[in-house]
Each structure stands twice: as C-alpha cells, then as structure tokens.
C-alpha cells in the first residue's frame, strides 16, 4: 500500500481489486458454444485450405506432401521469383500484384489462421458438465493492464467466417454485444486536444474520411474513394498503436519513403496529434515511465543497458502504452459497474467475455432491452470518468449470437 501511495496507483489498485470479481463471474459462467456448428465450420475451413494447397501446387509446380509449413515455405520462394522478387509478401503488395498464385496464397494463410485459432482441439476445453467454455483470464497479461484469455483463448476466437455465429445461447436467452466505438481515436483525442479530431467526434463525423481529405486532398468516404479513406484508418489506429513508417508500409502495402511523406502530410494536418506522440514519450523515457489517462503506470527499464533498436521500441511503446492502457482502464471499470446493476435489476445475466473494448453479455431475451440499457450506459459511465473533451460512444446490439447485427440498442 505504501508503494502504491508513493506512485500514484491506489486507483489503479482499486480498479483491479473491483475488476477481480468480474473476471471471476466470466470464468464461472463460461462462454455458451455449438459444438456441431463449429465442428462442420472447422470442416469447411479445412477443405478451404487443402483446395488452396492443390490449386497452388498446380499452378506452381510444387510438391504437396510433408508439413504444412514447408510447403508454404515453398510457396514463398516460388511467389519471390514469379513476381520478380517482391521482398516481405505481405497481404497488401500480394493482392495488389494481381496475380492468381499471390491472391491463393493470401487465402492459404487466412485459412491457416483460422485452422490455428478454431479447430477441432478447440473443442477439447468444452466442460463435459455444463457444455459451456470456462476459459482462464490473466487480469494484467500486458504492461498497458490489458487482459487476456487462454485454456482456450475465447478473446482470440476470429471475427471473420462463421466461428462467431456458434457461441450462442440456449433458446429463450440473447446476446448483448457491446463495444466502445473508435476508443483508442477518442483517447488520443482526449489527451491531445486536437482541435479536428474533437469536433469531428463532437459532431459525430467521419474521421477517417476528414483525414483522407486533409492528407490526400479528395474527398472520400466509404462509397467514394474508400481506398484514401481506408489508408487514413490505418494511419489513425496505427499511429493509436505506435506504429513507425516501416509498420505504415507494411499495412498499407507501399514503399517506405511513400509511407514516411503520409506520416509527414498527416502529421502537418494534425500537429497537435504529433505532439503529443511525440512529446508524451520523450517525457515518459526521462522520467523511466509510461502512465495512462487514470494513472496506471509501467515502469521503463534502464536505457543505459539498451542497443538503439530497443530504445526506439521503448519509444514506440510510450506512445501506445498510455493510449491502450487507459483503454483497459475503462472496460476494467465497466465491467463491475455492470454487474452490480444487474445485479439490483434482478437480471439472470452473466458477463460471458471481454475482448479489449467490447464485452459480451448472455441475458434472458424476455429482459434483453433492459440488460442492453444497463451495459450501454454502465460502459459510457466508466469511458466519462477518463474522456471528457469528446463524447463516449458504445455501439451495443442485442441477438442471437456473438456479433449478431440483431436489433441496435
């Protein structure tokens, strides 16, 4: 306690002891599953992934047999020559190469992933008692104080196919999906006072399409020139998560040089965002700590034993750190707050899962509208106590299963 007093983090305490019981509850309610639903989708997913075995083999010649990752490797080399040495063969540059073999290929590893994160062993963990997936969840799994989940990792299970639409209730019971909306873009906000980005959120704008107007010069939006405004997202959580030039590159499937003159023009449209970046983690390496909107902190290691590849990592995690952990800050506080009203309400509803920014409620459908009410405003409640310059948005929709568009709340 005294240790706590002297940096600043009884609140932070006091946010993890509230929390610890939330993340008990989730662990004891278990996340419900259709176990023949993800079975035939882990089917699908791995008759996907040999058809795209073949039809690579064919095309380009190569020998299908031995393990997966020797072929893929086999892959890679053939793609570097067929399409005259392109280097890091990420998603972007394949797809933007047009060529059939390279668009295969990206398809080839999406259904690796899926095969990773949704196979059949991942039925192993189903609790032959209640037939629900009682995953465990390490309460501060990342400096920031985020969390994750593993035995199985149910935060992992991926958006895309369809491995979302088996984690649903019994009938006569709904799914609350909630998330905070743009909540890293809302922090940066906060802490920057970007007079853009506060008026746009403010006014419920667009801000990805007001920044592809400020550093690309159009117009854009999702129906008009989506691609600059697809590039100016990426920019914007990127730049929310640290990321540099090389990363922007990547990403978005250009050169480094053309990635740098997009940091240079966005960072000229918006300078106090660069500021802030830039100045909070100058302030964060001098004084040996990164600290977040509520005053969680995470303590630097000495730079004197570092090579500059760490120390430009260290920087990078001082511009994130303080976003994503204020971040966990509010879902933290949120979580307990939920529970405690429906609790009051009477409401035979469980926090089921946290990922990040959203959380997952099982309600009976007779009171989903009134459980949808109480994580909503619960969740806007604990986003005011650390974002007040820009309003908090939660998105929450009520359905059948995890993700279920449904009714909006």
């Not at 009682?134 to 935060?155: D, K, V, Y």
Request: charged share 25%; net charge positive.
């Amino acid at each position: 306690m005294e240790r706590l007093k002297q940096t600043s983090m009884l609140e932070t305490a006091a946010i993890e002891s509230r929390a610890a019981l939330a993340f008990a509850s989730m662990e004891l309610s278990g996340l419900p599953i259709d176990q023949e639903m993800w079975l035939r989708n882990a089917a699908d997913n791995e008759a996907g992934y040999s058809d795209r075995v073949s039809r690579l083999s064919c095309i380009l010649k190569l020998d299908p047999s031995g393990p997966e990752q020797e072929f893929e490797i086999k892959v890679r080399g053939a793609l570097a020559a067929r399409l005259g040495g392109i280097g890091d063969l990420k998603k972007e540059a394949l797809l933007a190469s047009g060529d059939e073999a390279a668009r295969l290929f990206v398809e080839l590893r999406e259904y690796r992933s899926l095969k990773s994160a949704s196979g059949v062993e991942f039925l192993r963990h189903v609790h032959p008692f209640d037939g629900r997936l009682h995953s465990e969840f390490t309460q501060l799994a990342a400096p920031s104080g985020r969390m994750s989940s593993s035995n199985p990792n149910i935060q992992g299970i991926p958006k895309t196919g369809a491995f979302r639409s088996c984690i649903h209730p019994k009938p006569g019971r709904a799914m609350i999906t909630a998330d905070y909306s743009a909540c890293e873009l809302r922090i940066m906000a906060e802490a920057s006072g970007d007079p853009v980005f506060v008026k746009t959120f403010s006014d419920g704008g667009d801000l990805h399409s007001i920044v592809a107007k400020a550093v690309f010069g159009k117009n854009s939006s999702k129906t008009e020139n989506p691609d600059l405004r697809a590039k100016a997202k990426i920019i914007n959580f990127g730049l929310a998560y640290g990321m540099g030039p090389q990363g922007l590159a990547v990403q978005a499937g250009i050169s480094v040089p053309d990635a740098e003159k997009l940091l240079k023009r966005y960072f000229g449209a918006f300078p106090k965002i660069r500021d802030y970046l830039e100045e909070n983690s100058e302030a964060a390496m001098k004084r040996g700590y990164a600290v977040t909107l509520g005053g969680r902190r995470c303590t630097l290691p000495n730079t004197a034993d570092l090579d500059q590849k760490r120390i430009s990592e260290l920087k990078r995690f001082c511009k994130n750190m303080p976003i994503q952990g204020t971040n966990a800050d509010m879902i933290k506080t949120a979580m307990p707050l939920i529970l405690d009203d429906l609790s009051s309400a009477r409401i035979d509803a469980s926090l089921i899962n946290v990922v990040h920014d959203e959380i997952l409620v099982e309600t009976p459908a007779s009171r989903a509208v009134e459980t949808s009410d109480i994580v909503k405003s619960r969740m806007i409640k604990a986003g005011e106590k650390y974002i007040k310059k820009v309003p908090v948005v939660v998105e929450c929709t009520i359905g059948r299963f995890w993700g279920d568009s449904g009714k909006t709340a």
